[in-house]
Nanobody
Framework: QVQLVESGGGLVQPGGSLRLSCAAS????????MGWYRQAPGKQRELVAT???????NYADSVKGRFTISRDNAKNTVYLQMNSLKPEDTAVYYC?????????????????WGQGTLVTVSS
């Protein structure tokens, strides 16, 4: 069994900063890509940023230059530093991980999601 536990959401004023964290735990053999997605009210879930096991990062155009994704492989944790926040960044932010579980029971791939953490940008 695998868990992704997110933290760090909350209410912040426009122009402010927040840092999200997501820790993966369980019978994890390897983590490939970790990333963040978000879903605003009435909208589809969208990619925010990803960080591959090879160290490559990818960002949505709307957050480039303002958000930074980082990863601590020793802790199976991914972070999202969000600066210069705007009201349009308001959403539930979800952590995602492309995992390989095992080796007990054999190696098997899993696309795991966290429960989501709410970020509200408002004055």
């Amino acid at each position: 069994q695998v868990q992704l536990v997110e933290s760090g959401g909350g209410l912040v004023q426009p122009g402010g900063s927040l840092r999200l964290s997501c820790a993966a735990s369980g019978s994890i053999f390897r983590i490939n890509t970790m990333g963040w997605y978000r879903q605003a009210p009435g909208k589809q879930r969208e990619l925010v940023a990803t960080f591959t096991s090879g160290g490559d990062t990818n960002y949505a155009d709307s957050v480039k230059g303002r958000f930074t994704i980082s990863r601590d492989n020793a802790k199976n944790t991914v972070y999202l530093q969000m600066n210069s926040l705007k009201p349009e960044d308001t959403a539930v932010y979800y952590c995602n991980a492309d995992l390989v579980l095992g080796p007990s029971g054999g190696l098997r791939r899993l696309d795991a999601w966290g429960q989501g953490t709410l970020v509200t940008v408002s004055s």
